[in-house]
């Protein structure tokens, strides 16, 4: 499976906590196309970005409600 995703290197100069990942990859999630009636979400110009509950991943979609492409789930975006 293809995933779109932006991945962010942490600078190497500057201390991060232990926990804190060297990358962090934001995915996108594809709107939940039945709910929007076939759409992209009724602002598809802007972007909504959440974190998935059940996995984790952050991710980014046209809509508010879009599933999760790591574990599938619907996610519910800001
Ligand atoms: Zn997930």
Not at 15 to 41: H, I, K, N, Q
Request: aromatic share 8%; hydrophobic share 30%.
């Amino acid at each position: 499976m293809l995933v779109l995703a932006e991945a962010t290197r942490a600078d190497a100069n500057v201390p991060r906590m232990p926990d804190e990942p060297p990358v962090t990859l934001e995915m996108v999630a594809w709107p939940d196309r039945d709910y929007y009636e076939g759409g992209f979400g009724p602002e598809p110009d802007l972007y909504e970005q959440g974190t998935c509950r059940t996995c984790g991943v952050d991710v980014t979609s046209t809509a508010k409600r879009a599933f999760c492409p790591t574990c599938g789930e619907v996610c519910e975006l800001t």
